[in-house]
Structure formats: C-alpha cells, structure tokens
C-alpha cells in the first residue's frame, strides 16, 4: 500500500514538473517575441553618412548608455567595447548631456593601461542626436599636444642651457680682469673662457642645424648620393679631434646602390655620430664605421668602445638635452642636441636610426636608408637631365 501511493506520488510531481516546464518555456518565448518587436533607437536617415564625413571618431549611444552604432576609430581608440561604453569620463559626459540638453565638450586624458605610462588625449564633443539618442565625436590629439610639449620644453630647455655658458663667460671675464696682476691666473681664466664660448657656439649651431632641418625641403635638395663617399667626408671632418685622443677611426663595407638625400643633411647626421662617439670614448680606442646592405636598405654602423649606455636610458638618449651623465657632458662638451638632430634627419630620409649598447662594452649606433632600385635610378637621373640648364654656346 505504501509503495502504491510513493509511486502516484512521484507519478503526480512528474506531472506537474513537466506541465511547470511547458509553461515556463512558453512564457519565456512570448516575452522573447515581444523583444522581437520592439524597436531598437534608430538614426535620422542620413546622419550616419553626415557622421562618416566629419572626419573624427563618432559613436552613437541610446537612452540607456548602449551603444547603436560606433566607427571603427572609436574602437582603435579604445571607447568602446561591443555595445558598451569604456570610459567613465565618457559616461558622465553623455548622462550630463541627456538631463539638461546641451552640447557639453571636453578633453580627456585616456591611460592605454595601468602598466604604462603612454596615454591618448583626446578631445570629445558630445550632443543630442534626435528625441532619444546622443552622439558623440572624438578627436584623437595626442599629437598635437605632443608637439606643444616638446616645443615648449624646447624653448625652456635653450634658455637653460644658454645662461650656463653665457654666464660662465661673464664671470670668467671678470676674474680675468680681477687677476690682471697674476700671468698664471690670467692663463687659467683664458682658457675656461675659451672653453665656454666653444661650447656656447657649439650649442647655438646645433640649435640653428635643427631649425633648418625644419625648413629644409627634400624635394628640391635631395640627389642620388654613394653613402661610402658621405661617410668618408664625415669621418675626415673628425680626423683631428679623434686623433686628440689617440683615437682610431676606420671605414669598412661599400655600397652598390645609391641613396636619395641631402648630402649635407646626411653628412651632418654621420658626422654627428662619429663625434658622439669619440666624445663618450676613452683614449687610445677605437670607432669603427661599417657600410653594408640589409634587404632593400643601406645599412652604416658606428660602433665604439666606450662605457655603453644603462638600458633604463636608451629610450630617451634622442630627446632633445637629454643627457645619460650631465656633468659627463658639460666635460666633453655635448650638447644634448647631436643625437635628437640625426633621428630627425633619418625620419626626413625615410629611414630610422637604432642603438645597441653593453655596459662597459661599448654602444653600436646603426642608420637605415632606403636605396634606390636601377628603375628609380634612371628616373632620376632623367629628371636631373631635364632640369639642368642648358648652355646657348655664348660666352
């Protein structure tokens, strides 16, 4: 009897489990229609195209934050993800723009990632897009910015370093006039007056070399150059102050192919290096300049012996003033400008410039150029052809 009634027992639960299910399921696919239904926030006809053509990142967002349509800059930005918005400052623009109506603009600072320092700035401009929807444009001016910094650093860093050896030079010729009496103290002053107008003239070139590779165009200065014949030039510029030293330089490797650049330009930035690396190299070493081809680049190496460079440094070394050892450089008479000159005028060239360095084993400064090929070889010299002038045969 009892084992009758377990089994309707569990006969009836099974009952009214199953019908439980039947009409759960039913009632999910009825709101599930329902959903179906109703309408997503839609765009005025037209205003995603008005919105392409605007030239910034856009997104699109409903009346509850979710996002109805976003460019692909606003994803390489990091705005948004799937239908959702990314960013707090973001959000809060938008809800602020949604309760009182008004275009709200600002600019943001966005950290790439909590474990490095690079961040975007990026200026966002938000408004009402129709009754219920909010749009949103963003401007990525990371660059811009950038640019401002650097020459306003720029500007700051110059007056700094100019009142050191402008002031040194007054004061030395102070002291000289004090010790008129004294030949030797007259002597010692001379010469650290001499050694701070070298160093103020040096400063002041390499800041007028700068301004000209600014103005400099390629277009009209560039020619086919053998970078063998360049690099010799630069090394033969720094005979006499590598041999103050005891200092060997030596060229090694050649080209087959040409480059396309500025001599002067290209000369400066090898020349450059080689200073760089007699200054920061102790007596009676070695600079080594090696020419050779890597794919469809040149390739000019400058390796010397010196004490190498911390790797916490290689990051900066081509900033503009940035020093590794300041009171290193104010001995040897760096500039902090030599450096920052050649990156600038590899990135004219279309090419780069790359650093290794070993502690105690030296630093190898390597330049890429492009090289021209046989057919851009003979376009060339056509144009040049065509351009040169012509001689009537008058005297």
């Known amino acids: 009897m009892t084992t009758s009634l377990l089994l309707l027992a ?19 696919q009825k709101q599930r229609d329902r959903w179906a239904q109703m309408e997503e926030p839609a765009m005025e006809a037209g205003a995603a195209d008005v919105l392409a053509l605007v030239g910034r990142a856009y997104v699109v967002v409903d009346g509850v934050d979710g996002v109805v349509q976003a460019s692909s800059g606003a994803y390489a930005l990091g705005l948004v993800r799937g239908h959702s918005i990314l960013l707090p400052e973001m959000a809060q623009m938008v809800s602020e723009v949604r309760q009182k109506g008004v275009i709200m603009e600002g600019e943001v600072e966005v950290r790439r990632s909590a474990q490095t320092q690079e961040a975007l700035i990026i ?3 938000v408004a009402p897009l129709g009754d219920e929807l ?5 401007d990525d001016r990371t660059e811009i910015v950038r640019a401002q910094r650097v020459r306003t650093d720029f500007v700051a860093n110059v007056s700094h370093e100019l009142k050191t050896p402008v002031g040194a030079i007054g004061l030395m010729a102070e002291a000289i006039e004090t010790a008129a009496d004294d030949p030797q103290a007259v002597l010692y002053f001379s010469g650290k007056l001499k050694q701070e107008s070298k160093r103020l003239g040096a400063l002041v070139q390499d800041v007028i070399e700068l301004s000209r590779l600014q103005s400099t165009d390629l277009v009209l200065s560039a020619t086919l150059l053998d970078l063998s014949q360049v690099a010799q030039e630069a090394l033969e510029r720094s005979q006499l102050v590598a041999e103050d030293k005891s200092i060997q330089l030596t060229l090694e490797g050649q080209l087959d192919r040409p480059v396309h650049g500025d001599r002067d330009l290209l000369g400066t930035a090898i020349h450059n290096l080689i200073e760089n690396a ?9 600079v080594q300049v090696t020419l050779g081809q890597l ?16 790797p916490e440094d290689l990051d900066r070394i081509f900033e503009r003033f940035y020093r590794v050892d300041p009171a290193r450089s104010r001995q040897t008479g760096g500039t902090g400008l030599g450096l920052s000159i050649v990156r600038h005028i590899l990135a004219q060239h279309g090419g780069q410039v790359l650093v290794e360095s070993q502690l105690g084993e030296g630093s190898s400064f390597t330049l890429l150029l492009p090289l021209v090929d046989q057919e851009s070889e003979a376009d060339l010299l056509a144009e040049l052809a065509s351009t040169e002038p012509v001689s009537n045969g008058s005297s």
């Not at 909010?134 to 963003?138: D, K, Q």
């Not at 007699?278 to 070493?285: G, K, L, Q």
């Open 278 to 286: 007699i200054r920061y190299s102790p007596e009676n070493t070695r």
């Open 123 to 125: 200026d966002f401009r």
């Open 10 to 28: 569990a006969l009836l639960l099974g009952v009214f489990l199953g019908a439980a299910s039947i009409l759960l399921a039913q009632r999910q």
């Open 295 to 310: 794919g469809d680049q040149a390739r000019l190496e400058v390796k010397d012996q010196g004490p190498g460079i911390p």
């Open 134 to 138: 909010i749009v949103v444009l963003a």
